[in-house]
């Protein structure tokens, strides 16, 4: 984005026409029928909603009526295991998912960039379609494949000899169950994002380095990889905050279980507020997960940011 | 052999091995949806479409109205996509060739709205359509997210390349600012705007979890709320789940084949140039 940015920074300044000052003043009133509709939806639905929010996490509802109770909200949050135990889910999927997505991503891409390749938008297409399948739909379809008495994986894993898994009910096999499925849909999506910031960098750089007599995968890593780092960043952050987001596949797939193993803080607010109706403590769930957005990003900013340009 | 064939033929192996795994999936829930589900678990699993179509076809219609659903699901994204993209478009417009008090005010909001997730405002929101009586309505599912940061800033982007000098020229033509925008300018986007429309289609073809909040009545249901209500029953009718998941794919897997351009430009965004 900050790509586009520059260039928009250049126009910014130039006004609609050269209009003297009385008829400009006139124009500027017209910007209402374009920028009203949006201006009015904004304030009604995320400025009100979201001081609300902030507000709320301070309350506690009290045989009916709402009370303020100052940091009593946030202070219930540091001793809940079940918080903690969603908090300890996502990072495992930070620390492991997102590396192995992007590295088998960023694997991708490179085969698929290669001068060599035959049928490229074909084969771009078909890693493409998981991306663009239906949430539900695919969380479904993953349920199904996974299902412990007959699912197709564990026919799969019988008829080559290894026992069936009991994909959802079982902890650490519902982690990997989500896990896979995650994987399996943004992977490819990822792939083609990296692929568009490789067909960015061109190709004299290869043909450079191999007459060099560096080979393919070394021209890749030490050459080209460096080069991506900033498509490399955008992935890395828009997957973390996704996953930080999670909660249509965990909904699905497990609703959070076995026994919270794969609960995500916002299917944890979503619970304690729309099955607990405790509104004030979800309020203050949800802002963990803002802090958390901020904070990762950030680090990760700086973290990978650094050298990028 | 040659160690440059042998490499080509490893990353054809590796290509073909990681397209068979995203394919898998799509071909078993078709497979899945033409047999009954007594068959679907069965050993060997089925590996070939069966016959049952369309006894899962009514089953799904009789049990679940799942035709009304589709309707319901389409009606509510076409809604959504022209309202949502007009607005996104309009605002995008303003932001990018009027210069007024508080512009960069109202641009700060558009990317806030980018980086707070959504789930903030689940529940203040969820109260509002309460308090509104909105709660089981289609305007509570579509009214809360129709202004839509992420169009409105790929639309800006855009109206920022279209020159001024035509908007300037049809202007001293007499036409009125409106009047500009629909003829002169919005064709001018085309591209992007297509990348727009596709995208606001999709999201709301998706959206999941606040149509979740929001109906409560089976006959308003839109297909993931159906879907997830089939999952969650006690005795769950697989292939019927199946064939529904197969409906919930096919318009967006058709858009994909015919506009795959723009699908891909408008799901990354501004995200990389080129």
Known sequence: MAVVQTESAKRESVPAGDAPRPRRRRISLTHWWFTGPATVLFVAFFAYPLLASIYQSFTADQ???????GLRQYRRLVQDPVLLQSLVNTAMLLVIQVPVMIGLALVLAGVLNASWLRFRGGWRMVYFLPAVTTLVAYSVVFRVLLKTDGGMVNQMLDGIGIGGVDWLNDATWARISLILSITWRWTGYNAVILLAGLQAIGREQYEAASIDGAGAVTTFVRVIVPQLKPVILFCSITSTIGTLQLFDENYVLTRGGPDNATMTPVLYLYKVGFDQMDFGYAAAIAWVVVLLIGLVSLVQFRLLGKGAR | MNPRILGRAGAYLVLLAGAVISLVPFYWMAVAATHHTADLFGSPPPFMPGGALMDNLSRLQNEHRFGRVVVNSLGVALVYTVLSSLISAMCGYGLAKYSFRGRGILLGVVLATMMIPMQVLLVPLFQMMANLGWTDTYQAVILPFLANAFGIFLMRQA???FPDELIESARIDGASDMRIFYQVVLPGVRPQLGALI???????????????????TEEKFTVPIALN???GLSHVDYSGLMLGSFVATLPIMIVFFVFQRQFVAGLLGGAVKG
């Open chain 1, 63 to 69: 045989d009916g009526v709402t009370v303020w109770v």
């Open chain 2, 198 to 216: 596709i995208f606001t289609f999709m999201s709301q073809w998706n959206s999941f979890i606040w149509p979740l909040l929001m109906l409560n």
């Open chain 2, 229 to 231: 209500q089939m999952i």
């Open chain 2, 159 to 161: 109206f920022l390349a």
